[in-house]
């Protein structure tokens, strides 16, 4: 695990806490030679993938992945202005969950228009089919802003944990009132948001068959070609039919007990580095039990779509590819067989039915490999790519493509109190003051004086012949008498110290960066979004 700790190289990211503030790492300027560096180490590079040189597996890869996104693109929105004909045009590339994502997420999607757009690249936004659906709610503020609250508005019912790439919407009615039911519920507090115009679009989406992430994906899609972003989005689930993903695939499990040691080492590194404790964070250890080994992947099959984990059972002439549920894919990993023939059993399975996909790392693991020139994160995603980084030192001998990280903190235009938890904490330092040091705030009159002196001489002059519990007790009664004369304070302090927590519950209501981008005014966001990704620092 030695060697593995020195391969983590973290970065200390942090979001914005400032409303309206971004953070774009590095600089665009420095995104746009750190372009040109992946690309001249990608053409340097001698690493292969089982006799396919890396740089040539790359290079089918993205041509693929471009020819797919055209296609699916121009199912529903204008792709004549994208740059996918000339070969050694740059791709950036972003990726992320088709779902109702909020600003900060959303804001990936403008600095990737932006910096392909400097470069005279191509923009692709990877929609990661291959989760789950995690929520089929979303929760909205309503209320007042003195005393909001937050309410889970469905979209859909709640179903199996299926992947989006298969997910179809199970309630239509639901579907196609939640818009409305959104934009009454946060009405009181935001007049005209996003959703009330933007629903209908994912309603036809949906109308005309797509799966519930598609529908919103291109809902989203189509707006943000309305607002000038000038991008390409492609299904991971379809570029995992292709043959250069099912080469990366056919490697791994080739050398899945190799894999296993690195990952497993690096996940533990990782850990030492950031201080992690949970052996389920940032993700589980691939685990080995007798001779089956688990590989990074999913499998699920057309007929039965729950995801399991992918195994190789029997490692060698005689593996097997197995959720060790009720898919068997026979391998025949024999170290000294082609790799030709694991993709091309992989490829039957795929014709059949029967779907291999990445866990996380995996996913990225891929894109920044064979699709992208740079890959442009959120915080979360960055930071597990500290691990993928170490895992692609490790495991491939090389050094990992530099990605970008890209985020904002966006907060619902609301009047808020001007409260932080700090106040509390001063309240509730004085009303102890009140409490134990009533001698430092009462006025001085004679009585006061007297108690005071009285204090002061139990403090410093104990008599020998007064016990500690006979003088605590009397302590106390001195301090009983001078707060009397601090009662209406106290009171005061009580009752701000209530309308504080009321405050400050309201503003972590209202103030939270995690809201839809839907729930936001078109003429707040929009603006916002294009000028920082444009912004330079």
């Excluded at 942090?14 to 503030?21: I, K, L």
């Excluded at 959303?106 to 929609?127: I, M, T």
């Excluded at 002196?453 to 302590?475: C, D, F, G, I, Y």
Aim: charged share 25%.
């Amino acid at each position: 695990m030695s060697e593995s700790v020195s391969l983590i190289q973290p970065r200390r990211l942090r979001a914005p806490r400032v409303d309206g503030r971004a953070l774009i790492d590095p600089a665009p300027i420095d995104g746009i030679a750190w372009i040109a560096r992946n690309m001249q180490t990608r053409r340097l590079q001698q690493a292969d993938l089982g006799g396919h040189a890396l740089a040539e597996l790359a290079a089918e890869a993205r041509a693929r992945m471009l020819a797919a996104a055209i296609s699916y693109t121009a199912e529903y929105r204008d792709v004549s202005s994208c740059r996918v004909a000339d070969k050694q045009a740059p791709v950036v590339m972003v990726g992320h969950q088709p779902e109702l994502v909020h600003p900060g997420v959303w804001f990936k999607n403008f600095v990737l228009s932006e910096l392909a757009r400097r470069v005279d690249g191509v923009a692709v936004h990877l929609l990661c089919d291959n989760d789950h659906v995690r929520a089929t709610s979303l929760r909205v503020p309503t209320g007042s802003a003195a005393r909001p609250r937050r309410v889970s508005i469905p979209f859909d019912q709640a179903g199996h944990m299926v992947a989006y790439e298969h997910r179809m919407v199970q309630d239509h009615d639901q579907f196609r009132a939640f818009g409305r039911r959104v934009a009454k519920t946060i009405e009181p507090l935001v007049h005209d948001p996003l959703i009330r115009a933007w629903w209908p679009s994912a309603v036809e989406a949906m109308e005309a068959g797509a799966p519930l992430g598609a529908a919103v994906a291109r809902a989203r899609h189509v707006l943000e070609g309305r607002w000038g972003l000038n991008t390409l989005e492609v299904p991971l689930g379809q570029l995992c039919g292709q043959t250069p993903f099912q080469y990366l695939a056919g490697y791994l499990l080739h050398h899945c007990a190799r894999f296993l040691q690195v990952y497993n080492d690096c996940l533990a590194a990782y850990r030492q580095v950031n201080r992690v404790r949970s052996h389920a964070h940032p993700v589980p250890d691939l685990r080995q039990l007798g001779e089956a080994i688990e590989t990074p992947f999913w499998l699920w099959t057309r007929d039965d779509l729950i995801r399991r984990s992918a195994w190789i059972n029997r490692p060698g002439r005689n593996a097997e590819l197995t959720d060790r549920h009720s898919v068997v894919i026979p391998l025949g990993l024999d170290p000294d067989s082609d790799l030709q023939s694991t993709v091309q059993r992989l490829q039957s399975a795929e014709r059949q039915g029967i779907y291999l996909r990445p866990r996380a790392l995996m996913t990225t693991m891929f894109a920044r490999l064979l699709l992208s020139d740079l890959f442009i994160h959120g915080i979360g995603g960055a930071k597990y790519d500290e691990l993928t980084d170490a895992l692609v030192r490790r495991f491939f001998g090389i050094e990992p493509p530099a990605f970008m990280v890209a985020t904002l903190t966006a907060m619902l235009p609301i009047p808020r109190q001007d409260v932080v938890p700090a106040d509390l904490r001063r309240i509730d330092d004085l009303l102890r003051e009140l409490r134990y040091h009533p001698e430092c705030h009462v006025d001085l009159l004679p009585e006061t004086e007297r108690l005071i002196e009285r204090k002061r001489n139990l403090v410093n002059a104990a008599s020998p012949t007064m016990n500690r519990r006979q003088r605590h007790q009397e302590l106390e009664q001195v301090n009983a008498k001078l707060r009397q004369f601090l009662e209406m304070r106290r009171d005061g302090l009580v009752r701000q110290r209530r309308d504080l927590q009321i405050a400050l519950r309201s503003t972590a209501i209202l103030a939270s960066r995690e809201y839809a981008f839907c729930l936001f005014p078109e003429r707040n966001l929009r603006p916002r979004l294009l000028d920082l990704a444009r912004r330079e620092p």
